[in-house]
RNA sequence: CGCGGCGUGGAGCAGUGGUAGCUCGCCAGGCUCAUAACCUGGAGGUCGUAGGUUCAAAUCCUGCCGCCGCAACCA
């Protein structure tokens, strides 16, 4: 029975560029996919733009593009950066493919069959300019802030959802699935949301050319919330290819950004119900990503000019360093800030100093005191030193921190486990003093090195695949990387030949992995 | 009293009853294989505050102060 690991992201709107927000979101959703499939899960990994909506339809007509034309050109820049940052996802579903129109229509009309959706009058204060209802603490002297003209009383046709039938049945799920909102402080707003104020949602929109309709009343079109989240189930084959879609569904991780916890906490399993299929397993709502400036810690915002696109970063530095910053800095159930000083700091550190530079040390050392071949050493089992923890609880912990999506914690596992202890040992050896006295003592110590830099190597896999594949790639090892699990972390492989450095070697010894940030020379705008 | 979260050395975080810990930064030594990297030691905290429970509280309870999130289209 092959185990299977179907996780998500939100859909992003295409109406500007993915920032380094939204790619907190994305990167941290990889590490899982890339974990699972490592641990032997089939995993289905999707991403997705989120296009049928009013605002991607005049940023279009604003830049004199078509809709479709634009979409796709801005799902073409979104992949683009995606594809740079190492992203592993399986899929790529816009949703104004024809494969989620077809799923979407199938989907509402299941819910309308099922009583679930019924036709009411919606009266309220409508902007021209916006196009849309305003509540009345949006407006200000009863003027839209944005337009600046007076909205008007309207009042229209809607078809409502009956979200708040599900209210007993979505407390129920809640208590038998103490682990489907996660992290702890989300369950509770929206356990507290679904007690208190549960209402009904109006799913449609009059008078739109872009959208998907309904199909039993194509004057409306399906309004964005009750056709976004169904991307989940229409990539995986709802209404198109149902076994395939049996064969995914439910959903085991759904990661979101906390500012839409109740749409996919509440909502989204409200419509599973009514449609009569299984509510996804569970959500996890990450945290933000914040600038700081100076002393002040402010929100991504184009018009604060605080926008930081991925691709500033991945230009002067590397995927890898990317990753790095956001998922050892920022932890992912909470909030995180980004700043160039904290982020030269780190990569020097924790990516220069302690984990390229140990790597640079030890081949150095084989490179030139043993032509690159560890004599003797074949057939044995390296020891890796640990520090105040053990081998298998170090692994087990590790285990748990990325399972449990604690990734900043995982990371810091790693460096105090493997890489601080690694450094610890070679400078009690002195194997550069040892080797004049005792080569073959050297060559063990050195073998043991290498231990440590492969276990590296592996439970960074996940996190930073490039440079892991580049550290194991260092070696000889008999398992290809490809094949690499966790598992492997815990015990010492015996190789049938002597561990040698494959990497190139020049003067005996390799190019640095980080080159050490001069934030003067290199940050400077 | 709308609901919820947070408050630990300069910064960022662990730590849910038993001598306060990690990373960065700072200071002083050591080493010199390595990317001026690495290792050791040190300074720096009345764990927001005032009470309470307990042999023992950062940890449990209560009040207060401060910051933040949510209150239906916001990454």
């Given at each position: 029975m092959a185990k299977r690991f179907f996780l998500t992201t939100a859909i992003d709107y295409p109406n500007s560029r993915p920032h380094i927000g939204t790619a907190f979101e994305k990167i941290g959703a990889d590490v899982q996919a890339r974990y699972r499939r490592m641990e032997g899960y089939e995993v289905f990994f999707l991403m997705g733009n989120d296009e049928n909506t009013i605002k991607v339809a005049r940023r279009a007509q604003e830049l004199g593009e078509g809709v479709q034309a634009y979409c796709d050109r801005m799902a073409g820049e979104f992949k683009e950066v995606w594809a740079a940052l190492g992203i592993s996802n399986d899929d790529f579903i816009q949703t104004s493919e024809a494969r989620h129109h077809a799923g979407c229509r199938a989907f509402i009309q299941k819910v309308y069959d099922a009583g679930y959706i019924y036709k009411a009058g919606y009266e309220g204060w409508y902007c021209d300019g916006c196009e849309a209802f305003k509540t009345e603490k949006e407006l200000e002297d009863g003027k839209c802030p944005a337009h600046k003209v007076p909205a008007v009383r309207r009042k229209e046709d809607c078809w409502y959802f009956?979200?708040?039938?599900f209210q007993d049945k979505l407390l129920a799920f809640y208590e038998a699935n103490?682990?489907?909102?996660?992290p702890e402080s989300r369950r509770n707003e929206v356990m507290n949301l679904v007690k208190t104020e549960l209402l009904d949602v109006n799913i449609t929109r009059s008078g739109q050319d872009w959208g998907i309709r309904l199909?039993?009343?194509?004057r409306f079109t399906i309004y964005v919330w009750f056709d976004a989240l169904l991307n989940y189930i229409t990539a995986a084959g709802?209404?198109?290819?149902m076994d395939r879609f049996g064969k995914w569904w439910p959903a085991d991780l759904h990661v979101i950004g906390k500012d839409i916890t109740r749409f996919h906490c509440a909502l989204w399993p409200a419509m599973c119900m009514a449609a009569g299929i299984a509510p996804p397993k569970r959500v996890f709502g990450h945290g933000f990503v914040y600038i700081k400036s100076g002393q002040e810690t402010v929100k991504i915002s184009k018009s604060l000019g605080t926008l930081v696109e991925p691709m500033d970063i991945l230009r002067k530095f590397s995927a890898e360093a990317f990753r790095y910053y956001f998922l050892r800095e920022c932890p992912f159930p909470g909030d995180g800030e980004f700043s160039w000083k904290r982020f030269a700091d780190l990569y020097n550190s924790?990516?220069?100093?302690n984990l390229g530079n140990l790597y640079s040390r030890v081949t150095g050392l084989v490179g030139r005191n043993f032509g690159a071949v560890l004599d003797g050493t074949a057939g044995r089992r390296a020891v890796l030193p640990v520090g105040e923890i053990s081998r298998a609880e170090l692994v087990a912990r590790y285990r748990q921190q990325v399972e449990s999506l604690h990734y900043n914690q995982a990371l810091a596992t790693l460096w105090q486990g493997v890489l601080v202890p690694a450094n610890q040992h070679a400078e009690k050896m002195a194997p550069w003093s040892l080797v004049k006295t005792d080569k073959a003592a050297a060559a063990v110590v050195l073998h043991d090195l290498v231990e440590a830099v492969r276990v590296a190597a592996v439970l960074l896999k996940p996190f930073l695949p490039k440079l892991a594949a580049t550290l194991y790639g260092g070696f000889n090892f008999a398992k290809p990387f490809e094949a690499v699990s966790t598992a492997d972390a815990l015990e010492s492989p015996i190789l049938p030949e002597d561990t040698r450095v494959i990497a190139e070697l020049v003067g005996g010894k390799v190019a640095p992995l980080f080159p050490r940030i001069d934030l003067e020379a290199d940050t400077k705008e």
């Open positions: 009956a979200l708040s039938k103490p682990d489907f909102i996660e199909p039993w009343d194509e709802y209404g198109s290819d924790d990516l220069a100093n």
